[in-house]
């Protein structure tokens, strides 16, 4: 029905889904819509898995229409309209980046065949598990009747930790802070870029004025930010994580404001010179449910060695998923 949303969030027994369904659930991405919600995770976390069910039953939550839960992505995607996908192999110690890749490419390509068999073909993805961009090529690349168009990983997270450096710099309101852009990878490589923002209507670099600042340090802390949280809380970032899957889909789904951007990692149609078939973090606007990445930014020398630096490593990366 019109007034509900079919919804799978996999990975639902861990960290990042716990602190996102009461966001959900209370309305913050697809507004009054009723959430027929699905709950997927491997079968070792059945019990946690119904621990927050049951806690969800508790939270007595107007939008909740219904809830599954299980370990079937075959089961769990069916008519799904939207899937976010937290649920991933987590990197162990002496783990190379290589087997990471495998291990987290096998899951995604039996998620992408169940997405392909049973989902709408209108479903939306957002890939959140790490490797995030790479798995959502995985994941897009195998579920081949669903458009290309319909897939994304969350760079939203670091894109909100470069608005929010800039107005602790400029001593001024996050909403003061537009258009900051995460180009490439969902990594250390990603490129935070201030020249198309504005603070109070006024471009960053001359608001701020500290050309050294925005080379070096500013780049550096959003890059690294992630393991800033984890030394200082001895646990992953996922509180901010959570808040910034809800703004990804909250956008994607109800719109941009005019005149305003944000960066989703989606599949590159070369755009900026990135080569076709990566999944690439971008400035785009939404619409109904739809992206556009933003056309005709100027993109200085500085800029464009940053980009080629986490294209690379974007490429290297696919290589390595394509190649086991
Ligand atoms: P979290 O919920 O904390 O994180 C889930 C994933 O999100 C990880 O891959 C993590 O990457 C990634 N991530 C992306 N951005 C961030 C960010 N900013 N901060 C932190 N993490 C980020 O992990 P849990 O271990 O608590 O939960 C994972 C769940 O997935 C478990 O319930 C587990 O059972 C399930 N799982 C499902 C699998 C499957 O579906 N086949 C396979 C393996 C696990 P990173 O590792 O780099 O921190």
């Not at 599954?68 to 089961?75: D, L, Y």
């Not at 400029?170 to 201030?194: E, L, M, R």
Request: charged share 20%.
């Amino acid at each position: 029905e019109n007034d509900e949303i079919n919804v799978c969030v996999t990975g639902a027994a861990g960290q990042i889904g716990y602190a996102f369904l009461p966001l959900l659930l209370t309305g913050q991405c697809f507004g009054d819509k009723k959430i027929n919600l699905r709950l997927l995770d491997v079968p070792q976390a059945e019990s946690i898995l119904q621990g927050v069910e049951l806690e969800l039953q508790d939270g007595a939550y107007p939008l909740l229409k219904s809830i599954k839960t299980g370990s079937n992505e075959s089961i769990l995607f069916q008519d799904v309209d939207v899937a976010v996908f937290i649920g991933g192999f987590p990197r162990k110690p002496g783990m190379e980046r290589k087997d990471l890749l495998t291990i987290n490419g096998n899951i995604f390509k039996k998620q992408g065949q169940a997405l392909d068999t049973v989902a709408k073909k209108t479903c939306k993805s957002l890939v959140v598990a790490n490797p995030a961009n790479t798995n959502c090529l995985i994941l897009a690349e195998t579920a081949k009747s669903i458009p290309k168009q319909n897939f994304s990983a969350l760079t939203r997270l670091d894109h909100n930790r470069a608005i929010s450096q800039i107005a602790l710099k400029a001593g001024c309101s996050i909403t003061d802070v537009k258009n900051v852009i995460i180009w490439g990878n969902h990594s250390t490589t990603q490129y935070p870029d201030v020249n198309h923002g504005t603070v109070l209507g006024k471009r960053i670099r001359q608001f701020i004025n500290d050309e050294a600042y925005l080379n070096n340090a500013f780049i550096e802390r959003v890059q690294k930010r992630g393991g800033e949280v984890l030394a200082a809380r001895k646990n992953s970032s996922v509180m901010s994580a959570a808040n910034a899957v809800k703004d990804h889909l909250h956008d994607w789904y109800f719109g941009t404001k005019s005149g305003e951007f944000v960066s989703m990692a989606v599949y590159s149609d070369g755009s900026y010179g990135v080569p076709k078939g990566l999944i690439f973090s971008y400035p785009v606007t939404c619409s109904n449910f739809n992206y556009k990445i933003v056309q005709g930014l100027n993109i200085d020398e500085f800029s464009k060695e940053k980009i080629r630096i986490t294209t690379e490593e974007l490429l290297s990366e696919k290589a390595d998923a394509f190649s086991a």
